[in-house]
Structures are given as C-alpha cells and as structure tokens.
C-alpha cells in the first residue's frame, strides 16, 4: 500500500486522507470583533495623571464646602454635581477600564446607569421630594 499522506493533509489510521477542519470559531478581522479589550491599556503614567486630576477635583470640592453663604447655593450644588460627574466617568474609564473594552459593554453599563436614574427620580417623585 503507498503512502499517499502529504505534510499538509495528514491520513488517519486507514490510510485515507482528510480534509482540513474547517475552523468553529470566526477568525477577528478587527479590534471591534476581538473578545474583550478593544484598545490597550493605560500607561502607569497615565493613571498617575488620572490619579491627580481626582485629587484636585477633591480639593476643588473640599474648597466648595468653605464657600457656603458667598456663593449661591445653586452654584455650588451645580459645581458639586459637575466635580461628581467628572470624578466618575475618570474612575469608570480607567479604573474600571470602561474605556478599553468594546463598545457593548459600555452601552450596557450606560443603559444600567441611566435605568438607576429614571428609578431614582420615580421614587422621589413620589414621595414629592423633587418636582
């Protein structure tokens, strides 16, 4: 009996040769198509920035509570509610790396976000703290 395996279509035990397997998985054409992050990570130098960009928001929020009776308190509710949201989206973006991964989960998480809001906002509604 002759050999009729080549180096690229082994035979099996019968001396039949097979076809190659076709692949189950899809092979990722683009960063959007590959399993979990879509860009790298941020530097250590990076989250050092992030890190004192947190710590100066906290200074300017510290820095609000001595202005209490100068500035209106709208503003300073304002302010607060805008160094809260800043403070945030750096955590959820670098920390949690919210930024690296694909573009599903974000919109997960935003959806889960604005979902607790609306709830939020229902609940006070009701019970007449807020409108």
Not at 78 to 105: G, N
Request: aromatic content about 12%; proline content about 7%; glycine content about 4%.
């Amino acid at each position: 009996m002759a050999d009729t395996t080549t180096a690229t279509e082994p035979a099996d035990d019968m001396g039949v040769e097979l076809e190659p397997a076709p692949s189950d998985l899809p092979v990722p054409v683009t960063p959007d198509e590959d399993i979990g992050e879509v860009r790298g990570y941020a530097t250590p130098i990076q989250y050092v920035q992030v890190a004192v960009i947190l710590c100066v928001l906290t200074a300017l929020e510290v820095w609000m509570y001595y202005l209490e009776g100068d500035v209106p308190n709208g503003v300073v509710t304002a302010l607060l509610l805008l160094f809260a949201f800043l403070k945030f989206f750096l955590v959820v973006s670098f920390y949690m790396h919210l930024r690296e991964d694909k573009p599903i989960f974000r919109r997960l998480f935003v959806l889960g976000l604005v979902a607790a809001l609306v709830l939020y906002a229902i609940v006070l509604a009701t019970f007449q703290l807020i409108f």
